[in-house]
């Protein structure tokens, strides 16, 4: 008889030490169903509206019924979800606790001996899991899925861009400066080019031609009528050629200045592109920083909102879900209204870009302790 009951004790420590019980993961799975529930019927409503916009462009620009389904719309879905997910997780957060509290079950799971803190954990152990998921989506997977959404909005939606700009500078190295009077950007054609190369502060190198046409096949640029000095001190050599190939390790993008698409970029593309542009002195610098910064720090708001809408919602109350809904969706289109807010104040401001995003999850993290001293222990 003894033995039983030790048993029995030591089931029930053993019970309680376990990194995921029956609650944890009853918790966890109802949190992650309704996760993909909102999303996928909030994603169905959205393309249905996106696309009586658009149906009319898709006609008159003959857009193929597969390009719209598997280029477009299966591209805007991950894009779209990466774009609110927190927003969605929070409403499925709220909708969890509610019910829980609707039913009573977390009074009976505070009576039973269960401490507030340990049942919020299956809702932070989910919102990290959706955190981390996130942002490998954000730096890995979503900036291609971004290229085949935008080359298609490109041919089939939006006007192709043209780049009005002249005068271009570019500093492509430490000591390699490159300048064009005008360019095309549909035809990847630049006029009145010229690359100058320093040593020691003295020019040593300077090309001049008519035009650069590049060729993509080779990654290179053809030079038309162009003009090649080298200088050494006092001795010049000057050459003449109707025809040149010259390797700018440019891409005709990056004569686009100011009209980068930082969504098609993957963490490390971000990284170079944030140093290339230092180089060249860019004012894209700010927008990239911003955008870096956003990738990083957003995750934090799944943890943040969670811990703000199992707080919220585990009381009953005589509103029942529908009141804990509609507060939790109000406090989540605030913290959205004030991350678009930081945003800008980040973009246009001289505020460090981290500091400055951070300010909602900030504020958001202190009304979260706040709320978790209030909640019922």
């Known amino acids: 008889m003894p033995i039983c009951l030790t048993e029995k004790i030591n089931m029930k ?116 899991f959706v955190a981390v998921l996130g942002l490998l989506l954000t730096n890995l997977f979503l900036p291609q899925v971004n290229k085949n959404r935008l080359e298609f909005e490109k041919v089939y939606y939006r006007n192709p861009y043209r780049n009005n700009l002249m005068n271009i500078h570019i500093q492509k190295q430490k000591d390699k400066y490159v300048y064009v009077e005008r360019f095309d950007n549909l035809r990847n054609v630049g006029y009145r080019f010229t690359e100058e190369t320093f040593s020691n502060n003295t020019i040593t190198k300077k090309i001049y031609a008519d035009k650069i046409i590049y060729d993509s096949t080779t990654g290179c640029w053809d030079m038309q009528n162009c003009i090649i000095r080298t200088i050494n001190g006092k001795y010049e050599t000057m050459q003449r050629e109707d025809v040149q190939k010259i390797n700018l390790g440019l891409k005709p993008i990056e004569f686009n200045i100011g009209t980068v698409k930082v969504e098609e970029l993957t963490y490390k593309e971000l990284n170079d592109k944030i140093e290339k542009e230092k180089l060249k002195g860019s004012k894209l610098i700010r927008v990239l920083q911003v955008e870096k910064s956003q990738r990083l720090i957003n995750p934090v708001a799944y943890i943040v909102l969670t811990i703000i809408g199992v707080s919220l919602s585990c009381r009953k109350t005589r509103g029942g879900m529908g009141l804990n809904l509609a507060f939790g969706i109000a406090l989540a289109f605030t913290f959205i209204l004030i991350m678009k807010i930081t945003t800008v104040m980040a973009t246009e401001s001289d505020l460090y870009p981290a500091l400055s995003l951070g300010i909602p999850i900030i504020i958001f993290f202190f009304v979260s302790l706040y709320l978790l001293k209030k909640a019922p222990k």
């Open 13 to 128: 420590h053993n019970e309680r030490h376990k990194i995921l019980n029956i609650l944890d993961l009853y918790i966890m799975k109802k949190l992650l169903t309704t996760f993909f529930v909102a999303i996928g019927m909030i994603v169905l409503i959205v393309i249905m509206f996106d696309l009586s916009q658009k149906l009319d462009t898709f006609i008159e620009n003959k857009a193929p019924l597969n390009k719209i389904i598997f280029n477009y719309y299966l591209n805007y879905i991950p894009y779209f979800v990466n774009l609110f997910g927190y927003l969605f997780f929070f409403i499925a957060v709220v909708f969890v606790t509610s019910r829980l509290a609707v039913r009573s079950e977390i009074v009976a799971i505070l009576n039973g001996g269960i401490s507030f803190a340990r049942l919020l954990r299956p809702f932070i152990m989910t919102a990290f």
